[in-house]
């Protein structure tokens, strides 16, 4: 894919949604930090309606570390894997307290050290909590990367770095969730929605729908 259609498939998102958000429910970087951790093979709905029952009651690494495992795991057993997530997020908030002064660090090695954070975890605190140039690529942004020719990449480091590469700079701070939201609800998995996309001229894919 050449430098102008890029250009033109993230003007045309940019003019749709001019202040692209996450669909994670935060206040602070701290609760953004424990809702990307809880929202690991899980949808965003489902991690929204139980940090909705948490935050009001914990939200701080302090306030957390003081449920424990089990009292934290009443609040987030909707939530697949919630058992393995708490003790994630406990030993998390311990670290946040014991080594950060409890304020998230805007650094990736640092939050990369805490327990349930990995690289893509990491990219959205960054980018999304402190504004930082990061390319979070989860199934989604992996999938419309390679689809539509966007960035293609055999792994997800690959697609991060052709993303970071490739992204006109215009748009990159937001890129992460025009691409994120693009794969969500127009370019699906199984079928992907082709009679209804903004980019359908522009994407390189071959196998296109007539699905609305």
């Given at each position: ?145 390679n689809r539509t020719g966007i ?59 007539s699905d609305d």
């Amino acid at each position: 894919m050449n430098a102008a259609k890029r250009l033109e498939i993230f003007r045309r998102w940019h003019e749709e949604n001019p202040e692209p958000k996450t669909e994670l429910a935060y206040s602070t970087p701290f609760e953004l930090l424990i809702a990307v951790i809880l929202s690991a093979q899980s949808t965003d709905v489902g991690v929204n309606k139980a940090t909705a029952k948490l935050f009001p009651v914990a939200n701080t690494p302090e306030a957390i570390y003081a449920l424990g495992v089990e009292g934290l795991s009443e609040y987030i057993k909707t939530i697949g894997l919630y058992n393995s997530k708490a003790k994630n997020v406990i030993e998390a908030c311990r670290m946040l307290v014991e080594l950060h002064g409890s304020e998230v660090p805007q650094d990736r090695e640092a939050l990369e050290a805490l327990p349930g954070v990995g690289r893509k975890t990491a990219n959205v605190v960054l980018n999304t909590a402190f504004r930082q140039l990061t390319m979070a690529v989860d199934t989604h942004i992996f999938r419309v990367s390679n689809r539509t020719g966007i960035a293609p990449g055999k792994t997800v480091v690959e697609v991060e770095k052709a993303l970071m590469k490739f992204v006109p700079k215009a748009y990159l701070l937001d890129a992460h969730h025009w691409l994120i939201l693009h794969g969500r609800y127009v370019c699906q998995a199984r079928k992907p929605r082709c009679g209804s996309c903004l980019i359908e001229d522009l994407c390189e894919y071959k196998h296109k729908t007539s699905d609305d």
